[in-house]
């Protein structure tokens, strides 16, 4: 193809810059401050991240979702959550043949555009399950966006769990999952302030379930402390569903006991991932040392296209060493969940695509996704309309 041209040359700096080139999202950056400039496709090929989100640092360009480090050719040197050379795929896809002509940065030979088969927040087999439209005493809900459309409650399909008022559009091929267990269910209960995300609720719930962004997305708040490294961990299959739990090493300044020279801040906690398709999720945490215990309901409504809204419930027991905490020790809880929940929000507002790929080579896939990989497996049957049965994955591989 001829030469393309798609930024000024004095305009290009390590601060990554977004362009479109015939309709193809690129990013143009300069490893170092002198250097020629490089150009790919904007998407980390692990979770189609835009990189014109990404930082520069000697010389490599670091994603910001999962800290994956690529040098000036494209090649990942660096995958953190996991020992060893990173796989073939890791690199970027071959970028653009790149010139700087009379001040002008031009290219030829375009990359391949984003994926376009894509699990939206308008898919047709969304009308088939249950869906969170309102918290129950607190919003108003005469009518609600679901799905691209309009809906009135009163006419419609309802139920209420956990404080929130639920809508099926048409039969749901799902129920609603049981947990919390029977001890979350007396403790103290919080709600977040709802949220809304621009990503689909799709990435919001693989989000979730992500155990290797901490580190990167949430440094300000928790994640300077976790581990980059994510242990092997299993994966149980349940009717369009999974669970898995997890024994994770954190710091945990908060614990009265520390500050009593009791126990030490690094300790020990239980989590425990629910996952129940289409977008219904869990995740229970258990100081094993501490004796506290945090779960946190966390539930996606698909709007439109461009729109999903988060409802979190907190509930609460042992926080501080008190059984049933106080309100002040509440209202701190609330507002870190949601400082962490910001950051995430943050993040998803540089998400380009309106869906959740389904292909499983669309993205690659590591062994810190095996969650994201089962959710993906249960969400392409529940796509297609399979049997409870059939929805029941096998195990997914590195």
Known sequence: MDWLPIALDVDVSTRPMTVTAAGVPLVVVRPEPDAAPVVFADRCPHRLVPLSA???ENGRLRCAYHGWEFDASGACVTLPSQEGAPPPRASLPKGPRVRVRDGVV???????NDPTDLFTNEDPSLLHAWHPVGIVGQDEMSEVQLLGRTYRPSEERTRERWG?????????????FDDPDHDDANYVGAWLETARSN??????ADNFLDVA?????????????????VERYEVTDEPWGCRSVQDQWFDNPEDPGVAAGIRPIRQRRRATYVYRAPFQLMLRLEELDAGAVKTILFFARPESLSSTRIYTKMLFHGIGGVADPAPEVI??????????????LELQRTQRLPGLPLRMRDELHVRADLLGVHMRRILAKFH??????AALGGQAGD
């Open 54 to 56: 990404a930082t520069v």
């Open 106 to 112: 031009e290219i030829s030979d375009l990359p391949d």
């Open 164 to 176: 929130l008022l639920w809508l099926a559009p048409a039969e749901p091929r799902v129920e609603l």
């Open 199 to 204: 990503a689909p609720a799709g990435v919001v």
């Open 213 to 229: 962004h901490f580190p990167f997305v949430h440094a300000k708040t928790f994640g300077a402390a976790e581990e980059k490294l």
């Open 331 to 344: 209202r701190s809880e609330v507002a870190f969940e949601e400082a962490v929940l910001a950051e995430d």
């Open 384 to 389: 297609t309309g399979q049997s409870p049965a």
